[in-house]
């Protein structure tokens, strides 16, 4: 099972960076995407990063201001995001893909998902 944390308040404009652990499973084995779901809205692709650390975006609006990344020896996976904006408003979730790829098409294949981090962009 994943989880998400390092969710929070944050002013429009902000940054926040998101940490996604795993307990019985080795992230760096694994492609692992963060998604999101906001108030009243299905739950949506963010980004996903393969195990050769190539970065795939689901969303434009998200290109330049959010990064991801993996810190093997911590079995950790960040969300780095900049420049937040109030409909970034949502909860934030990891999950770990069936494979060692991401596909910019395909958002499925992805399974432990944990209890996501709420974000919150508000002034």
């Known amino acids: 099972q994943l989880q998400a944390s390092g969710g929070g308040l944050v002013q429009p404009g902000g940054s926040l960076r998101l940490s996604c652990t795993a307990s019985g499973s080795t992230l760096p084995n694994y492609a692992i995407g963060w998604f999101r779901q906001a108030p009243g809205k299905e739950r949506e692709g963010v980004i996903c990063l393969s195990v050769v650390g190539d970065s795939t975006y689901y969303a434009d609006s998200d290109k330049g201001r959010f990064t991801i990344s993996r810190d093997n020896a911590k079995n950790t996976v960040y969300l780095q995001m900049h420049s937040l904006k109030p409909e970034d408003t949502a909860v934030y979730y990891c999950?770990?893909?069936?494979?060692?790829?991401?596909?910019?098409?395909?958002?499925?294949?992805?399974?432990?998902w944990g209890q996501g981090t709420l974000v919150t962009v508000s002034s």
């Open positions: 999950a770990r893909r069936r494979s060692r790829f991401c596909s910019q098409y395909d958002q499925t294949g992805f399974t432990s």
